[in-house]
């Protein structure tokens, strides 16, 4: 993967070459099923049309009292999909409808041997510090858990 | 701007609104805007010398927010490199 990209205190950008084309990617964002099956999550049919906020529960063994909430903002097909969240919203007893929210934005360009995908995502100035601070540092250990159970799914289950 | 803001704190600081303005093309009110939202992510502090507001950087919290980001970053690099496994296993 590429470690290019820029970080400030606002935003963080990533960029990855695909080794698929547009059409495939685009699919494999904006179906359900398929973002569901890479992003880990159940999400309902339906769920990505622009201005639609979906709540899906979070499939990772041990993370399932867990719940992704994100509100599509822009769907332009093969070129651009993004979406607005509360980073770090792990906490179920927390309510975060009134906190600020990033904005993740995804962006495909036809590259040599696939596609180029970078993923902006923005906002992190806006979100209070105090939620931030104890939102990630409780979702570090959290996630580098999960990476591990997916790395144990996939290589037990390599036809899937 | 509020890059650049934290930059000339970071060269120099306590600051006045005064001096973080000079030079920067916009009016003081849109400085003092930038301040705020920046106090509000805990990266600067202001304080009181005599009658004056002076702003610097908050260290702790900086260290912090840049943290937070290399976590997210990181994540970003692990969801991605399941999307690419994903689009590899699944083929067409």
């Known amino acids: 993967m590429s470690k290019s990209g820029e970080t400030s205190t606002d935003r963080i950008e990533k960029k990855v070459l695909l080794r698929a084309p547009r059409a495939r990617v685009w699919r494999a964002l904006t179906e359900p099923a398929q973002f569901g099956a890479w992003f880990g999550a ?105 990476m591990k159970n997916i790395e144990r799914h996939v290589t037990a289950n390599p036809a899937t | 701007m509020r890059l650049r803001l934290v930059s000339r704190m970071c060269a120099g600081g306590p600051l006045s609104i005064v001096q973080l303005t000079g030079g920067s093309g916009v009016t003081r009110q849109a400085v003092t805007k930038h301040l705020h939202v920046l106090a509000e992510a805990g990266l600067v502090r202001d304080s009181r010398e005599g009658r004056e507001r002076r702003w610097e950087l908050d260290p702790s919290r900086l260290d912090e927010a840049r943290h937070a980001l290399d976590v997210i970053s990181q994540q970003w690099d692990h969801t991605l490199g399941r999307l690419r496994e994903f689009l590899e296993r699944s083929g067409r």
């Open chain 1, 42 to 146: 159940k999400m309902p049919p339906g769920s990505f049309a622009p201005g639609k906020t979906t709540r899906a529960a979070i499939t990772h063994p041990g993370y399932e009292h867990l719940t992704l909430e994100i509100t599509i903002a822009k769907m332009e097909p093969e070129r651009l999909f993004s979406w607005r969240w509360h980073p770090g919203a792990v906490d179920p007893k927390r309510d975060y409808s009134k906190d600020p929210t990033t904005l993740v934005v995804f962006t495909l360009e036809e590259a040599e041997g696939g596609t180029l995908l970078t993923v902006v995502e923005s906002g992190f100035d806006k979100v209070p510090s105090a939620y931030r601070a104890t939102a990630f540092r409780g979702n570090r250990d959290g996630w580098t858990e999960q």
